[in-house]
């Protein structure tokens, strides 16, 4: 894959050359021709035939960019504990020189400016970049010359300086490995180098038990103490470990043969993931032409290093976000909350509609919270440098059980450090049904006939989290057969479907939920999905598209199926717009149901109960039920939800008596003579027959006026 980053970057290189004319446009365009015929890059073509020359290029470049160039440059070897290569590899940039406070670094295209940027902030450093020959970058992509032999000596120097120290430290050992890729690199030492990575390899793995033997100090210590030092460093550790994993899942992948223990398994997922986030293909070293066997040892022997320097350098926060990340799938939660307070830190598990502290990773939490933070915002490819504005990102991440799960992380920012809130949006629970929705048998059977109408509009109400999402893409999933054109607009897009073209609305670029469906209107599309109702520009546009062929289904924040109504009217949609177009309405909640395991009956002689079954118009024989809490339910008595909806079918005298403007109550005293149940009454069949609590009922569901 390297070798397409080459290729990419002479692209790059030779589209640079053309927009600054550094090549008379003719003779560029006959390069051009020529090169795509003989399956060769324009830019290869061009030096070939002398129509540029490198220094002319670079020259061009400087006076562009008022950058110097260097036209013998020579890299050194990096510093690895402040600087990975793998940022070098993959972002065409070579280190010069590291005078401390500032480092040189080489690049060919300006496009790495950006990078090295990010790269000033990453190390707190001032970074001086320089335009140097692209071959020097290419040597560097293919790991050959990223270490000079001038460098020798140095390296000599800190071997020596490791095998002399007993007790290593995290950075040292970091030295070391760069070292032995350095002298099997160069393939002209072979002796050496052999029987050091075995060396290495036994020291770290003597650490590695060490560390076993006493985990809750040694996860709470490694962190800890480069914080105190510089949170910078802590941070780069971080992306550079993440960057190591990524390596090692790319070197793993095509020769089965690797080291990669069975404990690194989790990490090789969220390698997976990390690449996947971050859309890069893997530059693997077998790539290399390379046939010695040398040669072969180095792309292996540094790998089977950066396995323990993974685990003894960050492995500690990496490993525990991936434990939380994985226990969270695992035991089917919504959402992970990561929140820092005065004194402390906490992780929160929301599961059932319930928020749940996750006490085991209080401590660890409290002391590196910085940490994880970063590590999240890594995985999630956010800008870790960023800490004052909210941000939001995506993970990929593939479960141990091959399952595919998206992470969407939302960052905020408080006064105390940021708040992270992962939302689990698992693509198995796609496969929702409408019959699993929740619905009476004479909801669905009204639902069904809706959605099956040629046009008209639905709307499913309620507030957030009532799981409104969940009743639409059920709807979606009975509507999306290959006869038909859907189209959705998002925020977010949560789950991708197979057959729908789904939009992701920005508002920031003016992408709204009104401009999308405008669009769409031009996209000849039978059902359209907008994701919510905000202003009066959407409401507009969405009911006249569902008087005009189209079945269109969106949401709206409203209590109650009627409000529905008010609402579009308060928007300032005519009423007879709003009667036409409307031709159904779900209101909806999510109730958690009684933990099976530990639910027993409720006392009914109290007061309070009694004043509620008289309140409520609860039969004398309803079972009325309680959870009073198990380890199954985690103590909380509750165990699923279900949902609990009122079904709004806008019938011909509803149509009339919306568009002559009559009030609320009106409309749902006709609405009731019609046969239509309000949530509070469809929601009493869960208190009846025990489901359901009185508690969770009373704090659920809306009262009826
Ligand atoms: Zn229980």
Do not use: W
Request: aromatic share 4%.
């Amino acid at each position: 894959m390297s070798r397409d980053q080459i290729a990419d970057l002479k692209d790059d290189l030779s589209g640079q050359i053309k927009e600054l004319g550094l090549v008379k446009a003719d003779v560029y365009d006959k390069h051009a021709k020529q090169a795509a015929n003989m399956g060769t890059t324009v830019f290869d073509l061009l030096l070939k035939d002398g129509a540029i020359n490198v220094e002319q290029m670079l020259t061009g470049f400087s006076k562009k960019y008022n950058i110097p160039f260097d036209i013998k440059p020579e890299p050194i070897v990096p510093e690895i504990e402040k600087f990975p290569v793998s940022f070098c590899l993959k972002n065409a940039v070579v280190p010069l020189k590291d005078n401390g406070k500032s480092m040189e670094m080489g690049m060919c295209h300006p496009s790495a400016l950006n990078s090295l940027k990010n790269l000033g902030l990453m190390l707190g450093k001032k970074i001086d970049a320089k335009f140097i020959p692209p071959e020097v970058i290419f040597e560097s992509i293919l790991q050959k010359h990223i270490h000079t032999t001038s460098d020798m000596e140095k390296a000599k120097l800190l071997k020596q300086e490791n095998i002399a120290k007993s007790k290593k430290t995290v950075s040292q050992s970091n030295k070391t490995v760069e070292l032995k890729m350095e002298n099997v690199v160069s393939g002209k030492k072979p002796a050496a180098p052999a029987l050091d990575i075995s060396k290495l390899k036994k020291d770290s793995e003597k650490k590695k038990e060490k560390e076993e033997q006493n985990i809750p100090m040694s996860v709470l210590d490694v962190p800890k103490k480069e914080e105190e030092k510089t949170p910078e460093v802590n941070i780069e550790e971080l992306k550079k470990s993440a960057a190591k994993i990524d390596e090692r899942k790319k070197t793993a992948e095509p020769s089965k043969e690797k080291s990669s223990s069975a404990s690194s398994a989790p990490k090789l997922d969220l390698a997976g993931a990390l690449a996947k986030a971050k859309n890069e293909e893997p530059t693997a070293p077998e790539s290399e032409p390379a046939k010695e066997t040398p040669k072969k040892a180095a792309a292996k022997a540094p790998e089977v290093i950066e396995d323990d320097v993974a685990g003894e350098v960050t492995g500690d926060v990496v490993n525990v976000v991936d434990e939380i990340l994985s226990e969270a799938v695992s035991t089917g939660v919504s959402d992970i909350h990561i929140e820092i307070f005065k004194e402390t830190a906490q992780i929160r598990f929301r599961g059932n509609g319930s928020l749940l502290a996750q006490s085991k990773y209080r401590k660890f939490i409290s002391t590196s919270y910085p940490a994880v933070v970063a590590r999240i915002k890594i995985l999630a490819n956010l800008d870790i440098a960023e800490r004052r504005l909210p941000q939001d990102g995506k993970i990929s991440y593939v479960a141990k059980d091959g399952t595919e799960v998206d992470f969407r992380i939302s960052v905020l920012p408080t006064n105390l450090g940021e708040r992270i809130v992962i939302r689990i949006l698992n693509s198995s629970s796609l496969a929702v049904t409408l019959s699993a929705i929740g619905f009476t048998e004479k909801q669905e059977e009204e639902f069904l006939q809706a959605i099956s109408m040629p046009q008209g509009m639905i709307l499913v109400t309620g507030p957030t989290g009532s799981g409104k999402s969940t009743t639409l893409y059920g709807a979606m999933n009975q509507l999306n057969t290959p006869d038909v054109n859907i189209l959705t607009a998002e925020d977010p897009v949560e789950y991708t479907m197979s057959g729908i073209s789904q939009v992701q609305v920005r508002e920031d670029i003016g992408l709204t939920f009104a401009s999308a469906l405008r669009s769409f209107l031009r996209q000849d599309p039978e059902i359209i999905l907008v994701g919510e109702i905000r202003d009066a520009e959407t409401a507009d546009i969405a009911s006249k598209a569902a008087l005009t062929g189209h079945l269109v289904l969106s949401t709206l924040h409203t209590n109650s199926a009627i409000g529905a109504i008010s609402r579009l009217v308060n928007m300032g949609l005519p009423p007879y717009l709003v009667s036409s177009a409307l031709s159904l309405v779900v209101a909806q909640r999510l109730i958690r149901k009684n933990c099976e395991k530990c639910s027993v009956e409720v006392d009914k002689t109290t007061k309070e109960i009694k004043k509620f079954m008289g309140e409520y118009n609860i039969p004398e024989d309803a079972k009325l039920m309680k959870g009073k809490g198990c380890k199954a339910c985690n103590n909380t008595g509750y165990s699923g939800r279900r949902g609990v909806h009122e079904v709004l079918v806008v019938t011909a005298e509803l149509e009339a008596a919306i568009s002559s403007g009559q009030n609320e109550s009106a409309i749902l005293k006709l609405a009731e003579e019609q046969g239509f149940k309000t949530i509070s009454e469809s929601g009493q069949r869960f208190l009846i027959d025990g489901t359901v609590s009185v508690e969770e009922y009373l704090r659920v569901i809306p009262k009826d006026e």
